[in-house]
């Protein structure tokens, strides 16, 4: 794997594991950042064997968002120059920069968000991009782009209404309010809390659970419900079907059908 120097990636298995290495900045994200994960995305969506993917941040935080230093001097800079005259190149740049986290929903597998500390602005964009979050009790989570005349543009205005619902999503991005763990929970954000000590073993653990769920399944069943948000009832019923047929179809089907027959746990292999 590539050597990078603001993340790291580790695969033990079936699981993946994806590391924001910048401890020293509680992991705030620089356009470096957004490069390398871009380069990691790119090669992981290729990568058929990978089963779950964890992300989660080195030391005390998850992330603390965007790093403004070398953000304003960076990418974000040119689309405030930009800005001053948009025209299609810009809203293109821009749509770019919005999509940076979009290749971990587009996964052919789920992923878990490991989140300890804060995660801020992108950092819980970040997180809300994953399938599951697991929190420690010492989280602090928060949009907070409203402090400085901005909007949350980095997928939460999709994603953090279907989680949360939408009254709640209004209110954590136009108040740009600042909860717990324990808040996190209620409203259905987190998945699960724990011990911060524990964040990492957490969510290896249900990594490990849908790592040995069978592949094509739980790809067609991420299909189909993400297809019943964007798409009318009827194309979603079609999605879902498609998806079944594939599964009906697969060389897993059969192995699971000999494995009840035997009476032992199918072995999956994703075909």
Same mark, same amino acid.
């Given at each position: 794997?590539?050597?990078?120097?603001? =993340?790291?990636?580790?695969?033990?298995?079936?699981?993946?594991?994806?590391?924001?290495?910048?401890?020293?900045?509680?992991?705030?994200?620089?356009?470096?950042?957004?490069?390398?994960?871009?380069?990691?995305?790119?090669?992981? #969506?290729?990568?058929?064997?990978?089963?779950?993917?964890?992300?989660?941040?080195?030391?005390? #935080?998850?992330?603390?968002?965007?790093?403004?230093?070398?953000?304003?001097?960076?990418?974000?800079?040119?689309?405030?120059?930009?800005?001053? $005259?948009?025209?299609?190149?810009?809203?293109?740049?821009?749509?770019?920069?919005?999509?940076?986290?979009?290749? =971990?929903?587009?996964?052919?597998?789920?992923?878990?968000?490991?989140?300890?500390?804060?995660?801020?602005?992108?950092?819980?964009?970040?997180?809300?991009?994953?399938?599951?979050?697991?929190?420690?009790?010492?989280?602090?989570?928060?949009?907070?782009?409203?402090?400085?005349?901005?909007?949350?543009?980095?997928?939460?205005?999709?994603?953090?209404?279907?989680?949360?619902?939408?009254?709640? $999503?209004?209110?954590?991005?136009?108040?740009?309010?600042?909860?717990?763990?324990?808040?996190?929970?209620?409203?259905?954000?987190?998945?699960?809390?724990?011990?911060?000590?524990?964040?990492?073993? $957490?969510?290896?653990?249900?990594?490990?659970?849908?790592?040995?769920?069978?592949?094509?399944?739980?790809?067609?069943?991420?299909?189909? =419900?993400?297809? $019943?948000?964007?798409?009318?009832?009827? #194309?979603?019923?079609?999605?879902?079907?498609?998806?079944?047929?594939?599964?009906?179809?697969?060389?897993?089907?059969?192995?699971?059908?000999?494995?009840?027959?035997?009476?032992?746990?199918?072995?999956?292999?994703?075909?």
């Amino acid at each position: 794997m590539t050597d990078y120097e603001t =993340i790291r990636y580790e695969r033990g298995g079936y699981v993946g594991t994806l590391t924001l290495a910048r401890p020293e900045k509680h992991n705030a994200q620089n356009p470096l950042m957004w490069r390398e994960l871009a380069g990691l995305g790119a090669v992981l #969506s290729d990568d058929q064997d990978l089963r779950c993917l964890v992300v989660t941040g080195e030391g005390p #935080s998850f992330s603390a968002g965007i790093d403004l230093v070398e953000g304003l001097a960076g990418a974000i800079g040119e689309l405030s120059h930009r800005a001053t $005259a948009p025209d299609d190149e810009t809203l293109e740049f821009g749509l770019g920069l919005a999509r940076t986290f979009a290749w =971990i929903p587009a996964l052919p597998c789920p992923s878990v968000a490991a989140v300890r500390g804060h995660a801020y602005g992108a950092g819980l964009q970040l997180a809300l991009a994953c399938d599951f979050r697991v929190f420690g009790h010492d989280a602090q989570v928060g949009l907070l782009e409203t402090r400085y005349g901005l909007l949350p543009d980095m997928g939460a205005t999709v994603r953090l209404p279907r989680i949360v619902g939408e009254a709640r $999503a209004r209110e954590l991005m136009l108040l740009g309010d600042v909860i717990d763990a324990a808040e996190a929970l209620r409203i259905g954000l987190a998945n699960r809390v724990v011990d911060p000590a524990d964040v990492e073993s $957490a969510a290896g653990e249900l990594a490990a659970r849908l790592a040995a769920q069978p592949p094509l399944a739980l790809r067609g069943a991420r299909r189909a =419900i993400d297809a $019943a948000w964007y798409r009318d009832p009827d #194309s979603s019923f079609r999605v879902a079907v498609e998806e079944q047929l594939r599964c009906i179809a697969s060389q897993d089907f059969q192995e699971a059908l000999r494995a009840f027959t035997e009476g032992r746990a199918p072995q999956w292999k994703g075909r």
